[in-house]
């Protein structure tokens, strides 16, 4: 019995020393993330509204997004360049970099705009959380910028971008639904 419990600890070590080598290097991603900052902000918040904040964005959905722009599935002129020249593990790293940081509410000036919004984005609001924060590979949409978010919901709605829950969603809104909801989102 005492030989199987010496085995049963060494495997159980064995396991946890190989989980923690495969683990992300939030330093090394912060290196890295260096290549990021004039879109995306130097703590992951962005100044501009046509670039996403990644701030708290979970690992799991930036990882995607960077191996989607890598691989040619979603299109982007100076991402993929960018995401071409990472390393399975530099995408690792730099998606809990970026997971690791808090991100802050790009604000809108509309008042009326984010309370018309509010109604239409109960939709949305399944997937993405109750407060828009995002679960997983269900990307956070509080506090991006409205002009972000409004054209995101745009491509969508044209099919530029593929999703095909978000493309049957986005068929539904107005142009007017569409910068009411980015409006209240940003907002949060």
């Known amino acids: 019995m005492n030989n199987k419990y010496h085995k049963m600890k060494y495997i159980v070590m064995l396991g946890l020393f190989a989980a923690g080598a495969n683990a992300a290097d939030i330093e090394a991603g912060k290196a890295k993330a260096a290549a990021c900052q004039g879109c995306h902000g130097a703590a992951g ?8 904040s990644l701030a708290g964005q979970s690992a799991v959905y930036i990882e995607s997004q960077l191996n989607k722009f890598r691989n040619g599935q979603r299109e982007n002129q100076v991402m993929k360049p960018l995401a071409s020249g990472l390393s399975d593990t530099d995408i690792q790293n730099i998606s809990a970099y970026y997971a690791s940081l808090h ?28 407060n828009a924060q995002g679960m997983g590979m269900v990307p956070k949409l509080a506090g991006q910028h409205p002009q972000y978010l409004a054209k995101q919901l745009t491509d969508f709605k ?7 829950q978000m493309n049957a969603l986005a068929q539904s809104l107005s142009e007017d639904d569409i910068k009411a909801v980015a409006a209240y989102l940003g907002s949060l």
């Not at 790009?106 to 949305?124: E, Q, R």
């Open 103 to 130: 991100g802050k509410s790009a604000g809108s000036s509309d008042a009326n705009l984010v309370k018309l919004g509010k109604d239409k984005a109960a939709m949305c609001l399944g997937c993405h959380g109750n």
């Open 45 to 52: 918040v962005s100044s501009s509204p046509l670039w996403p």
């Open 158 to 164: 044209k099919g530029a971008r593929k999703a095909p």
